[in-house]
């Protein structure tokens, strides 16, 4: 349980926030506590929400926090503001829950869709390889024994390495349509998030 002042000044901690985070209540009451323990990769989007707070207002959403001990953990963090007081400066309450469990599990589970989509991928992937490739190999095969056998005249050369080129192409294509959807997945698992450090 928290209490926000003046300022988004920490005025009251629950003593849980020691088994919670490993904090003292003194010290997770110093200035600037709060921002210190922020993951520098939630941090922007997490102080965007907090500025956008008024009067009435109850919202929730949750980051990563680094423990006493050094270790990011992951918080939900729920937080309703009350009307302004005497002193024109809105106060807050909310509490804060370790969800860390939770959101690894939730990692872990997009990690093995992502494998097994991946899995599904490749087999299509070597499918569908597998056609140029065979092509390719007939096409040089046949170049090799009309050559051995003294059978090989210009347009049939320039048509078999035409087909090949042809192939190759396909091929590249292929490769290059997977280099996208890789790109795309690390973007994705960027967006949400990684597991904390342990």
Same mark, same amino acid.
């Given at each position: 349980?928290?209490?926000?002042?003046?300022?988004?000044?920490?005025?009251?901690?629950?003593?849980? @926030?020691?088994?919670?985070?490993?904090?003292?209540?003194?010290?997770?009451?110093?200035?600037?506590?709060?921002?210190?323990?922020?993951?520098?990769?939630?941090?922007?989007?997490?102080?965007?929400?907090?500025?956008?707070?008024?009067?009435?207002?109850?919202?929730?959403?949750?980051?990563?926090?680094?423990?006493?001990?050094?270790?990011?953990?992951?918080?939900?963090?729920?937080?309703?503001?009350?009307?302004?007081?005497?002193?024109?400066?809105?106060?807050?309450?909310?509490?804060?829950?370790?969800?860390?469990?939770?959101?690894?599990?939730?990692?872990?589970?997009?990690?093995?869709?992502?494998?097994?989509?991946?899995?599904?991928?490749?087999?299509?992937?070597?499918?569908?390889?597998?056609?140029?490739?065979?092509?390719?190999?007939?096409?040089?095969?046949?170049?090799?024994?009309?050559?051995?056998?003294?059978?090989?005249?210009?347009?049939?050369?320039?048509?078999?390495?035409?087909? @090949?080129?042809?192939?190759?192409?396909?091929?590249?294509?292929?490769?290059?349509?997977?280099?996208?959807?890789?790109?795309?997945?690390?973007?994705?698992?960027?967006?949400?998030?990684?597991?904390?450090?342990?």
């Amino acid at each position: 349980k928290v209490q926000l002042g003046r300022k988004g000044k920490l005025t009251y901690v629950s003593p849980s @926030i020691q088994r919670v985070l490993g904090f003292a209540v003194d010290e997770s009451l110093g200035e600037g506590w709060w921002l210190k323990g922020l993951h520098p990769d939630d941090a922007a989007a997490t102080l965007e929400k907090y500025r956008g707070l008024a009067p009435g207002m109850t919202v929730n959403f949750e980051y990563r926090f680094r423990r006493a001990d050094g270790h990011y953990r992951w918080l939900y963090d729920v937080l309703t503001v009350t009307s302004k007081g005497a002193d024109d400066e809105a106060m807050a309450y909310g509490f804060v829950l370790d969800v860390t469990v939770r959101k690894e599990a939730q990692i872990q589970l997009l990690q093995a869709s992502k494998l097994s989509a991946l899995g599904e991928i490749a087999t299509g992937l070597a499918h569908e390889l597998n056609q140029p490739l065979n092509v390719i190999k007939l096409s040089a095969s046949n170049l090799v024994f009309r050559a051995q056998s003294g059978k090989m005249d210009d347009s049939l050369l320039g048509s078999q390495l035409d087909g @090949i080129v042809r192939q190759v192409d396909r091929a590249a294509s292929l490769v290059h349509h997977l280099r996208l959807f890789g790109r795309y997945s690390n973007e994705l698992a960027a967006t949400e998030g990684q597991p904390p450090e342990s």
